[in-house]
């Protein structure tokens, strides 16, 4: 398995119709959970203060990773930036 | 308690004394791997191709943090940024 | 209790409705005089020339700020960046 | 009087003589100390994790303020950003 | 009196009113000259070749230029960035 | 198999002792080569008029591909960015 | 021949026609697999996460690269950064 | 006279009129043309890949130069950036 | 005549020699002021809190205004930016 | 043949023995004006207040390019971008 560190800058437009809004914003959350309790979202921070959040994915590789993250109902209205992981050495896990 | 994201980006200069270079770097080992098992460095990551890493910090204020960031051995030759984290209203921990 | 470092950045659409934009920007006001008179937004500056702000908010941890800025009747129409603070050792305070 | 908000980012070589070292950091902070007394330096933040602060400072104008941190003992190992500051017509003080 | 050095880029949203367009310039350019005779803006540059200018205000304090700037009448699309300024040791002036 | 495109920017000291720099030179090149007869760093450019080189890996995940730079004769004067790739829809590959 | 590195990042107005956007996203596909098969864009891969390909292009000078990209149906959208790239010593193609 | 680069990045807003588009873009080559056939505008080169050029102009004064880089057609959907040039002593010319 | 603005950023090296340091400032102040007298470098202020100056220069064309910078005690030790200047149409100089 | 615009920033360190400086900066002149003879070095201008350069050249392609760039006397000590260029249409030439 490969982990990924995951920042998502989020922008809607203003103009967008506030039932789509919302509707979009459900999906995401179930998309979002439905991940985490499969084990490959593994970490889902707010950044404090920006409609953004940090995040990391253990996910078999960059093919995965790329298919999971345009699959956001969000996807069109982010920022993504994706930075590979590996073991620390001194981590103890 | 409070969640911060960091990032160290480490810059050890080249003309340091071998042997205070190895016993700095393992003393940063034994600091980070105390303070993962105090649970307040809950998680350490390596970026891929860099002398870099991200963690994850629980601790009680930026006061501690601030105290436990200074007390890196390797403190002198990091460039840190310290990020807030809050709670996601999507995370299912 | 822990400080923080806010920038607040504003840019109103210009197409918001006019009676909108002054009701909002008078819910701004209310909102921030409340969270100061509460103690928790300490410092409040203009940017000299920029439709901008410095702040200092003295809260519980990250959760307690992100709810607070979220919470800014202006949140859709700025950027935030926040920078956590710890006491310095010259400070006479 | 006139407000401005200070970031310094210190940077001492490591080649400096450790007593000149330890004797600059001693009249830095008491310089420091006596401006906070004066009130012209009214607050200091340490950033949280980095060899930096935040300050505000009170003086007559930009002349005094140049002074004041041209006389900092670190000045030399220092990057300084100043911005000014007006009143927020928000602020309640 | 209080030197800044103040940056303006201009940037007119294509869509104003044509007439709101012309009377704006034709305001800001009377503001202008108004503020050039009292002495307080005391020099005026084009950026060559860019809808900028860079220009020298003498004014009292941080608050004063803040109201200045904000009176512009081309302030709503303006980016504005302000530098203070102090007296130079081998100026002749 | 995981792909990632790795830049890296070589900057040997100027004070490297000039048997270590053509050892360490001629080491990096065995070792590219290595990989590269190994199927793992598949691509390898130059950038025209820099010290600095555009690669693809194929690797298992992020950690050998971190294991791998890491082992780079000239890693220690190396910046190296590494942005992880997923097969495209058009590619006809 | 010449290689060059391109980056292609895409950004579709979101009040595009939904058929015309559907229409060009063919083209573009027709249009790089054309190119593909004679040989000129040697490779194209997805940045994971973003709605950005990094391609290299093999043509004859920077003119014939300059027509095949003003020549993309998703021209309009893009915003393109080339670099033009060298046979590395290493390499062992 | 006085030699400029000069670097001009064009980004036509998608609801021009396009027949607007159409003479605006006519008007700029003809424009470019007779100040090319003046000796003022001495060198032009597309950057490839990107709807920019870059340009060489040699005129009187900086004054000059602002006046004719206003007077593009697309002077308002170009960004400009201008760098003064000297002769270098090198040079052959 | 053309005008220009320049920004200088000082970084005189901590190793110069105390006598060669206190000399080449003492030139630099000398030149300086001699092209002040000149009528060349019309404007000279100090950016408060930073070793850098902001000037503005008189001189026939960028070659002039090269030599002279060139020619600086302190260009060693120097960034400089240059922007050239035009007449603003709202100047009443 | 193809035109690259090549921007040349030097930075010679202050170290550097000053017979080895005299004698490097006399090659590089003389290279380059070898290059400038045989048509391939075609334009080489001084950036005003920089050491600095920017250059156009005609080469076959950035194979012939790099090698030119990576034999430049002063290559150790510069920093180097390469932009491609293409005829423009607007081009008289």
Redesign the interface.
């Known amino acids: ?6 920042r998502m800058d989020v922008n809607i ?2 103009d967008l119709d506030p039932d789509e809004r919302a509707e979009t914003i459900a999906r ?2 179930a998309y ?2 439905d991940l ?2 499969q084990g490959k979202w593994v ?8 409609y953004s ?2 995040s ?1 994915f253990d996910v078999a ?3 995965e ?3 999971l ?2 699959g956001l109902p969000l996807f ?1 209205y982010m920022d ?13 896990k």
Chains 1, 2, 3, 4, 5, 6, 7, 8, 9, 10 share one sequence.
């Open positions: 398995m490969a982990l990924f560190h995951v437009p203003r995401e959350k979002s959970q985490q309790r970490h889902l921070w707010r950044i404090a203060g920006q959040n940090i990391i590789d960059p093919d990773l790329n298919d993250l345009w069109p993504i930036v994706v930075t590979p992981l590996a073991k620390h050495g001194s981590s103890i």
